[in-house]
């Protein structure tokens, strides 16, 4: 008899199925992702300390961008442009009316806390739920067309909404004045006023959002704000999912829309249930970040709904880098530092900058850059857009993908004569 164990041929290992490589991931994420996510997870919850660079008394600290209302917009406009990107950059299909689900969000939010209670989270899941209902509809009709003519039906569809909210549906919506809390209101969970009788504050189990502990450390100050860990804690969810979402074959089959939607057809597949589900997905982030603005300030107007409010979430994407999974929220923070901060410099301190050149030096200085700076700040925006689209058409993304490229390529030829071994 012939020993088997002689005779058999060596078994190589059995491949590793992508199920078994999904349970040994940490978190369900490859290795990739992971370190992606955890990057993100350590600027988000160290950005009080990384967005105050400069000491409080000089002259630099009005660049400084850590004090609360600023950073809870960066992630708020953060989740909206990640599920923006949900649509846009898997399906490629390009929607002019996504402000809609931001309004229709913060109207469902600011009702919740008129007649439940002003705890947050029965607020920002009515929002969520409200605008994904909503986005059904839009999207069953908008997904008809692709195209073109699907960006213009949802820019229909959300001027429609902005003029229903502005004039028609007042008594809902608060009309040009936006919808606000009174003293008046029910609120059944709740307190319908403060000890001290004003209107109660949005808060999470009773701690407020506006709640705030200011850190000093030599001449540099932070502030610790509750509402912004908690919108950086939802961000980080809505981020995760994100990753999930494109790694899974829900986003495979997305792509291939992107990629070629008729040859889907050809092949027998219908690809308008995938669209639909993405276009709702988009919707609901988009009624997240709705939920999480009025959350922060309980205050719904139709200004949310403007096709101006749809445009900036179209830049901040494309800005970032459209299909990337950080791209979006490097875009937020991009449009929302110079809306906040660039905005805010003046000829006074213009002059202050440039004090040191000689008089006629100085002024035509300053006229040069004034433009540029305070309320001109949307030409530097557009000039940087410009820039963007132009030479690097990834994005900011793709802008630290070539930095990164060059410094290997400078390291490469070290590295190899250090590290090559001849072959086995």
């Known amino acids: 008899m012939t020993d088997q164990t002689q005779s058999a041929p060596a078994q190589r290992p059995a491949a590793t199925s992508p199920d078994t490589r999904r349970r040994g991931a940490t978190l369900g994420l490859a290795p990739r992702d992971l370190g992606l996510f955890l990057f993100v997870a350590g600027l988000t919850l160290c950005a009080p300390f990384l967005l105050n660079p400069f000491p409080a008394d000089s002259s630099l600290a009005q660049f400084n961008a850590g004090y609360p209302d600023l950073m809870q917009r960066f992630v708020i406009f953060g989740i909206f442009a990640i599920g923006f990107n949900i649509l846009f950059g898997l399906t490629g ?12 969000g913060s109207y469902a ?4 806390f008129k007649l439940i209670g002003m705890d947050v989270l029965p607020a920002i899941a009515a929002s969520v739920i409200t605008a994904g209902l909503f986005s059904v509809v839009i999207g069953y009709v908008s997904l008809r067309r692709s195209g073109i003519y699907f ?3 949802t820019l229909a569809f959300a001027q429609m909404c902005f003029a229903l909210a502005y004039s028609v549906l007042t008594p809902i919506t608060g009309g040009e004045t936006g919808l606000q809390l009174s003293l008046s209101d029910p609120r059944i969970l709740g307190a319908a006023a403060s000890a001290s009788g004003n209107i109660p504050v949005p808060s999470l189990f009773g701690v407020e959002m506006r709640e705030t502990t200011d850190l000093r450390l030599g001449a540099w100050s932070f502030s610790l704000n509750v509402g912004y860990y908690f919108c950086a804690a939802v ?3 809505a981020f995760y999912l994100a990753i999930r979402l494109f790694r899974s074959p829900f986003g ?3 792509r291939a829309v992107k990629s070629n939607q008729q040859r889907l057809y050809y092949t027998g597949l219908n690809a308008r249930p995938y669209t639909l589900g993405a276009f709702v997905i988009s919707g609901m982030y988009a009624g997240l970040a709705g939920g999480l603005m009025v959350s922060m300030d309980p205050l719904a107007g139709a200004e949310r709904m403007q096709w101006t409010a749809s445009g900036e979430v179209v830049l901040m994407t494309i800005l970032g880098g459209a299909g990337t999974l950080i791209g979006p929220v490097l875009g937020a923070g991009v449009i929302k530092y110079f809306e906040n901060i660039f905005s805010k410099l003046n000829d006074s301190v213009l002059h202050g900058w440039f004090a040191f050149l000689p008089d006629g030096l100085e002024n035509f200085v300053v006229a040069i850059v004034h433009p540029f700076v305070g309320k001109g700040w949307h030409l530097t925006l557009g000039l940087m857009f410009m820039a963007v689209v132009i030479f690097l058409p990834g994005g900011l993304v793709e802008g630290g993908q070539r930095l990164s490229r060059l410094f290997r390529r400078k390291s490469g030829p070290e590295t190899r004569s250090t590290n090559d071994t001849p072959a086995e």
Not at 93 to 104: D, I, R, T
Not at 109 to 112: A, L, N, S, T, Y
Request: proline share 0%; net charge neutral; no cysteine.
């Open 235 to 237: 961000m980080l969810v």
């Open 93 to 104: 299909y390009l929607s002019f009316g996504h402000a809609a689900f931001l309004g229709v």
């Open 252 to 254: 495979m089959m997305l």
């Open 109 to 112: 939010g600011v009702w919740m």
């Open 151 to 153: 960006s213009i039906l």
